[in-house]
């Protein structure tokens, strides 16, 4: 990933430059067409739409001609088209705005489409996390934060886990080679545990 797409950054994909200390292992950003499924369902949409303009001919088949009939299919099919052309757009949007990264210390999550927000999440305020993998080797990786630590739902959205309003998720989402993002992310969060161990042994 070369180049800044937003030239108030620093450093690509964060909001400040990195201490001399600190290393980025991995960046990297949703892809567009899995948001496209996998969070906006557009395969599920464009069925919904097909099966309601085959009811709706259906239905008028007895009071319509032929003619009349295709026209109604092709202009329910027209509007479902739209839909799902903007839907298209909003999740090229999600994906070419969005910029995961994670270091040695954090996980860092440039966000937003209208609103760019960065947030970040050092790794001590990460209670767990859990990697959903499928079959194209792409998936999701939930972040769990500790208790205390929240962020607000509508501030994530669509990088968070579904339905956990009370106590939101980020999430990683929608990323090629999902196992070697979370053999990354676990190696860290395990390294970062070590050290807080061992200060407390201290």
């Not at 969005?98 to 050092?122: A, E, F, H, Q």
């Not at 196992?179 to 070590?194: F, I, M, P």
């Amino acid at each position: 990933m070369n180049g800044h797409t937003h030239e108030f950054e620093a450093v690509f994909g964060f909001p400040e430059t990195l201490p001399a200390t600190e290393k980025v292992l991995w960046q990297g950003r949703p892809c567009f067409l899995l948001v496209a499924k996998r969070i906006f369902y557009l395969p599920h949409l464009f069925c919904y739409f097909l099966v309601l303009s085959l009811l709706s001919a259906g239905l008028q088949s007895d009071l319509l001609t032929t003619k009349a009939l295709m026209a109604d299919f092709l202009l329910n099919m027209f509007l479902g088209t739209i839909a799902i052309v903007v839907l298209l757009s909003i999740s090229y949007l999600v994906s070419s705005t969005t910029v995961y990264s994670i270091t040695d210390k954090r996980l860092v999550m440039r966000i937003g489409i209208v609103l760019n927000l960065s947030l970040n999440i050092p790794f001590s305020q990460v209670q767990a996390a859990e990697s959903k993998a499928y079959s194209d080797h792409s998936g999701d990786i939930s972040i769990q934060l500790t208790p205390r630590n929240k962020i607000a739902y509508v501030h994530l959205w669509p990088h968070c886990r579904p339905w956990f309003f009370s106590a939101p998720r980020p999430r990683i989402s929608c990323v090629k080679d999902v196992e070697t993002v979370a053999s990354v992310l676990k190696e860290c969060w395990s390294n970062q545990k070590k050290l807080e161990k061992n200060d407390l042994r201290k």
